[in-house]
């Protein structure tokens, strides 16, 4: 099913409701509805109908002052969905009002989840909140990466004036897997320092948990920390109980998104039971 939620809220207030069911041997995006500039087209099936790949768009590209986003998306037992970006998300500079980006998803017993946004830039000036919670039953996967870069560097930009807040809530079966949370203001000490960004200008955070993922954990370990990001960048990769976690701390926003492809390359036939297929969108 797909319609327009009724319009309740100004203009550049947008919400996307995804709601993915399996049927037979398909996974269905059953219910597709939006409000204002937020939505997804149509259900793609790049890899057989196992697989519902749906493109998540922004058509105005840029989150301004005053704008908020919500995604809502819940994977029914048994349906795979994977949610990815046609480019990267941008924050603009704000004249005061904060800007937000919240993402809902649960996923059920059975079902697999793979949310692979492209990066998101944070322009200088801008005052952005990000806040992301998953919820997985006790027999559900999940991969999910971000990338988080700071001012336009191709343009000489740092992130000097303006405000991030960032919280990840990860629950498995109503227990919490990861809580992070964080926030910083433009030329904050904290993005200099050994014990932050320690000067990057690029962040990112992979994400996966399946069941059966402790008595693989060694060997996947072995696999993943054989592959380096091409910039040679600060990053490592953790096993901790029910999750596995990649981290990337650069300035090469392509060479985080790169790395974290070759990651889910190696990881993903153990998480989802197949192998990995690009989207065709990441090369565009």
């Not at 058509?59 to 995604?71: F, R």
């Not at 992301?132 to 870069?149: G, K, V």
């Not at 910083?184 to 904290?190: E, M, R, T, V």
């Amino acid at each position: 099913m797909t319609s327009r939620l009724p319009v309740t809220t100004p203009a550049w207030h947008a919400e996307l409701h995804l709601r993915f069911t399996r049927a037979g041997a398909r996974s269905v995006l059953r219910d597709n509805r939006h409000q204002g500039p937020l939505r997804v087209q149509k259900a793609l099936y790049p890899e057989g109908e196992a697989v519902c790949q749906a493109i998540v768009l922004h058509p105005p590209s840029g989150i301004a002052g005053g704008d908020h986003l919500h995604i809502h998306a819940s994977v029914e037992a048994g349906a795979h969905a994977q949610l990815t970006t046609p480019g990267a998300g941008k924050w603009y500079r704000s004249g005061g009002a904060e800007a937000s980006q919240t993402l809902a998803l649960q996923v059920a017993d059975g079902a697999c989840l793979e949310w692979l946004p492209q990066e998101s830039i944070v322009f200088d000036g801008a005052r952005a909140r990000m806040d992301t919670r998953i919820a997985l039953a006790a027999d559900s996967r999940l991969m999910a990466w971000d990338i988080l870069c700071l001012g336009r560097a191709a343009a000489g930009e740092r992130f000097g004036s303006g405000r991030v807040d960032l919280a990840c809530r990860i629950e498995r079966a109503g227990s919490p897997l990861w809580i992070e949370r964080g926030g910083f203001d433009g030329a904050d000490p904290l993005l200099a320092s050994p014990a932050g960004w320690a000067g990057a200008t690029v962040c990112g955070t992979l994400l996966v948990s399946f069941p059966g993922l402790h008595g693989q954990a060694a060997g996947l370990l072995e696999a993943c920390r054989a592959i380096a990001p091409a910039d040679g960048a600060r990053h490592g990769i953790t096993a901790l109980p029910g999750l596995l976690v990649g981290r990337y701390l650069g300035d090469n926003s392509e060479a985080a998104r790169q790395w974290f492809a070759r990651l889910w390359e190696t990881l993903r036939p153990a998480c989802c039971g197949r192998p990995a297929v690009t989207p065709r969108i990441w090369n565009t």
